[in-house]
Antibody
Framework: EVQLVQSGAEVKKPGESLRISCKGSGYSFTSYWISWVRQMPGKGLEWMGRIDPSDSYTNYSPSFQGHVTISADKSISTAYLQWSSLKASDTAMYYC????????WGQGTLVTVSS | DVVMTQSPLSLPVTLGQPASISCRSSQSLVYSDGNTYLNWFQQRPGQSPRRLIYKVSNRDSGVPDRFSGSGSGTDFTLKISRVEAEDVGVYYCMQGTHWPSVTFGQGTKVEIK
């Protein structure tokens, strides 16, 4: 069974750093891109960027370029989304997904940034 | 950037009646390989999105056959032949043709009248 399992909810303060994870199983992790998608409270889906787990090549949406970093460790079939300095406006649900081929989504990681 | 425009944004429907959602792209979604990378996703309340349709008209495994996708070029449609209570949620179209970016529509909220 294909699964993308994300790390748990996080509560952080503005200015703090954070890395959330997405572990793939049930398929060849290095064969398919992993995307990250943001959903702010009550809003729609926004594509942030993607990574090719086989070589860690990344694409970013211009809206998120420079604000987040996407990485992967293929040895443990895990992709990451990272912030170096969180803002209150980063409060959202974040999903990893294999959008292009498999169509599978993780369960989401809720990130709350509040002082 | 490719803009995806859905209509309507809100769709009240009667149980057992059909429903239709339109998705228009600002550029053709036909890729150089001849495929059209237009997907439809369903997001039920409190759940992760789930893909229903890929490459315009291909239903994913486990998706009821009351869901169908059609269209070409820049105009696409998701149809539900007979709406059931479990179909309540928000539906999104998504283009994957214009690499490297992926673009979602704004979402259409389906609710029962």
């Amino acid at each position: 069974e294909v699964q993308l399992v994300q790390s748990g909810a996080e509560v952080k303060k503005p200015g703090e750093s954070l890395r959330i994870s997405c572990k793939g199983s049930g398929y060849s992790f290095t064969s398919y891109w992993i995307s990250w998608v943001r959903q702010m409270p009550g809003k729609g889906l926004e594509w942030m960027g993607r990574i090719d787990p086989s070589d860690s090549y990344t694409n970013y949406s211009p809206s998120f370029q420079g604000h987040v970093t996407i990485s992967a460790d293929k040895s443990i079939s895990t992709a990451y989304l990272q912030w170096s300095s969180l803002k209150a406006s980063d409060t959202a649900m974040y999903y990893c997904a294999s959008l292009e081929v498999l169509g599978y989504w993780g369960q989401g990681t809720l990130v709350t940034v509040s002082s | 950037d490719v803009v995806m425009t859905q209509s309507p944004l809100s769709l009240p429907v009667t149980l057992g009646q059909p429903a239709s959602i339109s998705c228009r792209s600002s550029q053709s979604l036909v890729y150089s390989d001849g495929n059209t990378y237009l997907n439809w996703f369903q997001q039920r309340p409190g759940q992760s999105p789930r893909r229903l349709i890929y490459k315009v008209s291909n239903r994913d495994s486990g998706v009821p056959d009351r869901f169908s996708g059609s269209g070409s070029g820049t105009d696409f449609t998701l149809k539900i032949s007979r709406v059931e209570a479990e179909d309540v949620g928000v539906y999104y179209c998504m283009q994957g043709t214009h690499w490297p970016s992926v673009t979602f529509g704004q979402g259409t909220k389906v609710e029962i009248k």
